[in-house]
């Protein structure tokens, strides 16, 4: 991604929450519900390029390796983005005739559509239709996406029209995984080498969860019925500040979205946040700037979701201060990664749980009930900032 260019990380996200409220309206497919099964998870390395992870697709036969954009957001999974490492055709091949176009708010894909064999680790899935760019925008210094979200959002992405199985879908289909979840683990980082080469310590776990990842109980609860964060991974959830439990963010809908980088939360949630931690507006960086003094006396918020209360320490509300200089700011500031989603409350989609807040819990997403889950990480009361 280009972290340092014409548009802030928060216009970024913003642009992103716009296009994904705006998104198709479909219905999440049932599936199959959990059961117990003999075959195996599998482990998927996932990179931190500190505002996004990325996973190596290896398409082909010989394999041709691609980092792409984990996107719960979005389902479709395409590669090319980077005119240096296009998509070129092997033994494995096959030819569609299609043409697929995908719009994200902050960027767009139009290209082929071909079928062939992909593989994340150990995981090798035959016969996955994926794009092959012709023409993208937003998309620098990675080739691509793989998405992972809700195969109802690839409906009419293609000429073909239809749905267009995930990753997910086809692995759990040929047999590779017992059940259609996925673990996701992010982990935080103050490395400035993800800025520039990225630090693999995320995982993605297909068919279930890695135990080792998470610690306690995992919170389940199922996918929001609200339109539109009904059509994404979305949940319902209240948001509190401090141990007096004032009250940020009423029960409402949202999304957890490994593709948005901040916390967004809607305006009227955002203006208390502001006034409740002193924060002031960084225009240079487009996020909340606060004083050590003021770091000094911030207090966790709660994410309260399904019965059980998340909390985000102090620490966790602020981007690391190391790696400042990759979203345009000065080293040593203080800026919080809770931020305006630009749209007041009672939207349908009135937060964004981004990449901010999946650093700190283990996230699950099991799109064959369909549910979510979160539980804590040896990471939750990090201090690393």
Same mark, same amino acid.
């Given at each position: 991604?280009?972290?340092?260019?014409?548009?802030?990380?928060?216009?970024?996200?913003?642009?992103?929450?716009?296009?994904?409220?705006?998104?198709?309206?479909?219905?999440?497919?049932?599936?199959?519900?959990?059961?117990?099964?003999?075959?195996?998870?599998?482990?998927?390395?996932?990179?931190?390029?500190?505002t996004i992870y990325t996973a190596q697709l290896n398409v082909g036969n010989p394999a041709r390796p691609f980092n792409l954009i984990i996107d719960t957001?979005?389902?479709?999974?395409?590669?090319?983005?980077?005119?240096?490492?296009?998509?070129?055709?092997?033994?494995?091949?096959?030819?569609?005739?299609?043409?697929?176009?995908?719009?994200?708010?902050?960027?767009?894909?139009?290209g082929t559509v071909v079928d062939d064999q992909v593989a994340m680790g150990d995981l090798v899935i035959s016969g996955q239709t994926i794009g092959s760019a012709l023409l993208s925008e937003g998309f620098q210094g990675v080739d691509g996406i793989?998405?992972?979200?809700?195969?109802?959002?690839?409906?009419?992405?293609?000429?073909?029209?239809?749905?267009?199985?995930?990753?997910?879908?086809?692995?759990?289909?040929?047999?590779?995984?017992?059940?259609?979840?996925?673990?996701?683990?992010?982990?935080?980082t103050n490395s400035t080498a993800a800025v520039d080469t990225g630090v693999t310590n995320g995982q993605l776990t297909f068919g279930g969860i890695d135990p080792s990842a998470f610690t306690g109980d995992i919170t389940f609860v199922p996918v929001t019925s609200t339109s539109p964060s009904s059509e994404f991974v979305g949940i319902d959830q209240s948001i509190t500040f401090g141990t007096a439990n004032t009250p940020v963010l009423a029960q409402t809908a949202g999304i957890a979205d490994t593709g948005t980088t901040l916390i967004l939360i809607a305006s009227d949630a955002f203006a208390t946040y502001q006034t409740l931690t002193g924060g002031v507006m960084?225009?240079?960086?487009?996020?909340?700037?606060? !004083? /050590?003094?003021?770091?000094?006396?911030?207090?966790? %918020?709660?994410?309260? &979701? +399904? *019965? #059980? $209360?998340?909390?985000? !320490? /102090?620490?966790?509300?602020?981007?690391?201060?190391? %790696?400042?200089?990759? &979203? +345009? *700011? #000065? $080293?040593?500031?203080?800026f919080l990664i809770v931020s305006d989603l630009g749209t007041e409350s009672g939207s349908g989609m009135d937060f964004i749980n981004g990449f901010a807040f999946l650093e700190r819990f283990f996230f699950v997403w099991d799109s064959g009930t369909p549910r979510v889950g979160f539980a804590e990480t040896p990471f939750t009361f990090a201090e690393i900032n």
């Open positions: 991604m280009n972290l340092t260019g014409t548009k802030t990380v928060l216009e970024r996200d913003q642009i992103r929450a716009k296009g994904l409220r705006a998104g198709r309206s479909a219905k999440i497919p049932s599936g199959t519900s959990e059961a117990e099964a003999a075959a195996s998870t599998v482990g998927v390395p996932a990179t931190n390029l500190a957001g979005s389902s479709n999974t395409w590669v090319g983005a980077d005119e240096e490492n296009p998509f070129r055709p092997s033994g494995t091949t096959k030819q569609t005739g299609e043409l697929v176009e995908v719009t994200y708010g902050s960027g767009f894909v139009l793989v998405g992972i979200g809700p195969t109802d959002l690839t409906e009419d992405t293609t000429t073909a029209g239809g749905t267009v199985p995930t990753v997910t879908d086809n692995a759990f289909s040929q047999g590779l995984i017992p059940v259609k979840e996925i673990g996701i683990s992010f982990v935080p960084d225009e240079t960086v487009g996020l909340l700037s606060i !004083t /050590p003094a003021q770091f000094a006396n911030l207090q966790s %918020l709660f994410f309260n &979701i +399904g *019965g #059980t $209360a998340f909390e985000l !320490t /102090p620490n966790a509300q602020i981007f690391p201060r190391t %790696l400042n200089t990759a &979203i +345009g *700011g #000065t $080293a040593d500031d203080i």
